[in-house]
C-alpha cells in the first residue's frame, strides 16, 4: 500500500469517526502541513468519496458518502494485506537472523528494546527453543510481556551470548549504546544493516 492509500485511509478514518474535525487536528494526526491536509481533503471531496458541509455559517462537517465507505473499505483491505505481508517478513527476517544466531552457538539472548518488534522476537525465542535473559531498553517502561525491563548499562553483570536489536529505526543508537558498555560487536543481533 503506497503513502497516498495510507493518508487516504486515514483521512476517511478520521472523518467518519468525526464528522466535525478540523483540518488542523487532521494536520497533526497525519504528520504534514496544514495546506497539504487541505489539499488532500479537497482531492478525497473531488473524487466524490465525503461530502463537504457547511453548519452554521463557521463550521464545517465532512459526511462520507457511498462512494467513501466503499473506497475506505478497500483501503483496509489493502492495508490488512500489506500489514500481514510486512508482519510475515518480520518473522522470516527474526527466525533467519535466530537461526544463524544457534548455528553459532548462541542460545541465551537478551532483547533490546519493548515494542511490537520485541514482542515478536520474543515468541521466536520461545519458538526456536532459545533463553530470554531479559529485556532492556532507554525508556523508563518498567515492565514488558510480564519481564523487568532493565537499562542497559546492567548488561555487564549479566551472562548473554547475544542482544538482539528490536528497533528498526532505532537499531544504530541502540548498537551505538552497546558499544559504550563494552558489548562486542559479535554479540550483537540485527534484523537490517545497521546505517
Known amino acids: 500500500m503506497n503513502l497516498q492509500g495510507q493518508r487516504d485511509l486515514l483521512l476517511l ?20 502541513a496544514l495546506g497539504l491536509t487541505n489539499l488532500y481533503v479537497k482531492r478525497l471531496a473531488r473524487k466524490g468519496y465525503i461530502k463537504v458541509t457547511t453548519i452554521p455559517s463557521h463550521r464545517v462537517r465532512y459526511l462520507l458518502t457511498p462512494q467513501g465507505f466503499a473506497e475506505k473499505s478497500r483501503l483496509t483491505y489493502l492495508y490488512m ?48 527453543n532459545m533463553v530470554l535473559v531479559g529485556f532492556v531498553d532507554d525508556g523508563q517502561q518498567p515492565s514488558f510481556l510480564s519481564y523487568p ?11 548473554f551470548d547475544a542482544v538482539l ?31
Open 81 to 128: 494485506q500489506y500489514s500481514l505481508a510486512q508482519y510475515r517478513d518480520m518473522r522470516a527476517r527474526l527466525r533467519e537472523t535466530l537461526l544463524r544466531a544457534v548455528e553459532s552457538g548462541m542460545k541465551r539472548v537478551v532483547i533490546y528494546g519493548t515494542g511490537e518488534l520485541a514482542e515478536m522476537a520474543y515468541l521466536s525465542l520461545r519458538e526456536m
Open 13 to 32: 478514518t478520521e472523518l467518519e469517526r468525526d464528522s466535525a474535525v478540523t483540518q488542523r487536528s487532521l494536520a497533526v494526526k497525519m504528520g504534514v
Open 165 to 195: 536489536l528490536a528497533d528498526l529505526d532505532g537499531a544504530a543508537r541502540q548498537k551505538e549504546n552497546l558499544s559504550r558498555h563494552h558489548i562486542p560487536d559479535a554479540k550483537i543481533l540485527a534484523l537490517g544493516p545497521l546505517a
Open 149 to 159: 525491563v532493565w537499562r542497559p548499562q546492567t548488561l555487564t553483570e549479566w551472562e
